[in-house]
Every structure is written in C-alpha cells, then in structure tokens.
C-alpha cells in the first residue's frame, strides 16, 4: 500500500506532466525562427535567408550551411545544402518548384549531404521547369557535381536511382541543368556568370578552400548585390582581385575560426582574414555564417579583430534568419 509521501509524489508527477504538456502546446504554436524569417524576406523585394548557419560539427541548434535568395516573395536561387537544411527549408515554408537555381560551393558533407532530402521533397510537388544546378568541377578525391548527382540519383549505381527523374525528366521530376564550373585555379579565379531570367544571375569565383575544389559566388537580385565567399582562406587571391572594391549590399563570410596558433588557415579565413576581406570589398553589412562553437567561444576577440581592419556593421547569423536588401 502506498505511504502518503508516495500518492503525494504521484500527484506531484501528474502536475508536471501537465505542465510539460501545455508548454509543449505553446512552443508548438509559436513560429520557429526560420518561419519568421521567411515572412520577413517574403514581403520584401529581396532578401537574403540563412537557413543553417552552422558547421561540419553537430555542436548545437545550427543546421549545416545553407542559404535561400528570396525575390518578390519566392526564394529562387538555393545555395548549398548542409544537414539540417531539410528541416529549415520546411520551417520557412520553402518549395522546390520555387527554385530557379540551386548552386553548390563544394562537396564538404556540411555544405552537401542535405540535398538528397530537399530533392526528394520537391519530388512531391509538380513542376516541370528543368533546375539548373552549379557546382564545381570534380578533382579527387572529391567529384564534379555532375558525379555527385550520378552517384545519388545515376540509373544504375545511384544510391537513390528511384529519383532517377531529376536526371532523365521521368515521372514528372524537374531535369537538372548541371553547370559544372572549374575550380581548380583560385589564383587567376576565371568568373563564370550564369543569367537565371532577367532578375537573377550567379558567378562563381573559385577560391582557395585546401585542395577542395571550392566556388564563392556573387549573387545579383534586382540591382542587389549579395556575395557569399565560402569557405576560403586567406590565399584566395583571385577572389580578393574580383572583389575588390565592389561594395556589394551583403557580404557573408564564413566564421570557422577563431584567431591564433594550431587552426587550420590552409582551409580557413581566421577573423583577422575576414576583416581584411571585408575593407577589400567593402559590403554594406558583413553576416557571420558557418558558426562554430570553437569561433563562438571567442566572439569578441574575433569581432575586435574584424573591426581593427573595417569599421561597418557585422551580425553574427542565426539560422532562419533574413536580411533586407
Ligand atoms: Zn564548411
């Protein structure tokens, strides 16, 4: 028989099962950062949604890389793809029917691994457009994006040859466009521009990323001018020469490193390198992406070294949100 403290922690246990259960209802019932976000961007000409602001690390609430460019309330233009992007890409409500383009800066898992699944959703809705898809071209060990389609959906050894149809048009899917770009060369960094209709096109500028075949790319929307640099360290000198001077509405630099010894500046800008980036291109505002908690850990010391070298205002992204140009 149960004493009188043990029925008085059963009620006890009820009362907070309760609660949980009407916070849980709350939260359920409130947008989700990227939802708001989206209703942000949606209503405005252009915008700029950071749909993962994270890194290769599963270290917190951040999705892996990736980035949606909204034009008069449509998101047209996705670019990369990290885990996790799925899931922000539904939060703000997103369609792959929307999209014009898709762009790729590398094949690294954080920048990649979650198109299968975003490709797959748009599977469910009917368009017929066929999608251009960019990216770089292959050097091994990594492969060319048109290798990385092929070994995803390819009708024979794809891993989901079932959506076959974004390669051949079958079953109704969207035929991928594949633009594949070299990027082999990020000192004379050749642009490669690609006209997406009237209001949208991409260049990709390769850059120096190790030896990973690695793209920035300089979005124009409308007269707005977004550059997303990738992951890319200080010896990306053709980018610094096509850059330079640009005063582009939006720079986004990726935020992998903090300052100082045993980080790996072969891959990475450290912030030093991005404030120098920065006064080179000199952008209206400078968005932090690609948050690490190895960075995040040291944020004032990175922004003091951002600001001994440009002035201008910098944000330190989350995902899901959206920046007005
Ligand atoms: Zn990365």
């Not at 609430?61 to 922000?88: C, E, H, K, N």
């Not at 457009?129 to 990594?142: C, D, Q, S």
């Not at 594949?178 to 082999?184: K, S, T």
């Not at 040291?298 to 995902?319: K, Y």
Request: with cysteine; charged share 15%; hydrophobic share 45%.
């Amino acid at each position: 028989m149960a004493g009188r403290s043990q029925i008085w922690h059963r009620i006890l246990g009820l009362a907070a099962l309760a609660t949980a259960g009407v916070a849980a209802d709350a939260a359920a019932s409130e947008p989700t950062p990227a939802a708001t976000g989206a209703a942000i961007c949606r209503a405005a000409e252009v915008g700029l949604q950071v749909l993962g602001s994270g890194g290769p690390i599963a270290e917190g609430s951040r999705a892996g890389t990736s980035y949606a460019v909204w034009i008069d309330g449509r998101a047209q233009l996705l670019v990369d793809a990290g885990p996790g992007s799925f899931i922000r890409f539904g939060e703000a409500g997103l369609k792959v029917s929307d999209l014009k383009a898709i762009a790729l800066s590398h094949f690294h898992g954080d920048h990649s691994a979650g198109l299968a699944g975003i490709l797959n959703s748009g599977s469910f809705e009917a368009s017929q457009e066929p999608l251009v898809l960019i990216g770089p071209a292959a050097a091994a060990p990594f492969p060319g994006a048109a290798g990385f389609i092929t070994a995803q959906f390819g009708g024979e050894n794809g891993a989901w040859s079932y959506l076959g149809g974004y390669l051949t048009g079958a079953d109704g899917r969207r035929v991928l466009d594949i633009r594949e770009i070299d990027a082999g060369d990020p000192v004379r960094a050749p642009t490669w521009r690609i006209a997406l209709g009237d209001a949208l096109s991409v260049t990709a500028i390769p850059v120096d990323h190790g030896l990973i075949p690695t793209l920035a790319f300089r979005i124009e929307a409308k007269g707005r001018t977004i550059v997303l640099a990738a992951d890319q360290s200080d010896m990306s000198t053709g980018f610094d020469r096509e850059t330079a001077g640009l005063e582009p509405d939006l720079l986004v630099a990726h935020h992998v490193i903090p300052e100082g010894e045993g980080q790996p500046i072969g891959l990475h800008r450290p912030p030093h390198g991005i404030g120098a980036m920065a006064a080179n291109i000199a952008p209206r505002q400078l968005v932090l992406s690609h948050n690490m908690k190895r960075s995040i850990d040291r944020l004032e010391e990175g922004l003091a070294q951002i600001a001994g070298r440009w002035p201008g205002t910098v944000t330190v992204a989350e995902d899901g949100q959206c920046f007005v140009l």
